[in-house]
């Protein structure tokens, strides 16, 4: 049973940063592609970074240079580094294994002076 369970979330003010952690079980993490996703309110979930299981990476134009997608594949864990925030990645983030389809909770991120 794939679970994925995300924290790290919070109110920061613009300019600040915030990293946020996945805990993973279920899968084989080390071969996975992963990812994190966030949503706004009724809007669809959008990719903002994605690993595959070497550690190769992918950002949106949005965020490159801002936020740093991460792995720990001794521990399963999954991070999201995001620096220089402004208040539009205000959101629920998600992360997901990209070979299944379930979903986390998600972590709220507001940013906001």
């Known amino acids: 049973q794939v679970q994925l369970v995300e924290s790290g979330g919070g109110l920061v003010q613009p300019g600040g940063s915030l990293k946020l952690s996945c805990a993973v079980s279920?899968?084989?993490?080390?071969?996975?592609?992963m990812a994190w996703y966030r949503q706004i309110p009724r809007s669809v979930r959008e990719p903002v970074a994605v690993?595959?299981?070497?550690?190769?990476?992918n950002y949106p134009d949005s965020v490159k240079g801002r936020f740093t997608v991460s792995r720990d594949n001794a521990e399963n864990m999954l991070y999201l580094q995001m620096d220089n925030l402004k208040p539009e990645d205000t959101a629920v983030y998600y992360c997901?294994?990209?070979?299944?389809?379930?979903w986390g909770q998600g972590t709220q991120v507001t940013v906001s002076s």
């Open positions: 279920g899968i084989t993490f080390s071969t996975e592609t």
């Open positions: 690993i595959s299981g070497a550690g190769g990476t």
């Open positions: 997901k294994a990209l070979s299944y389809d379930n």
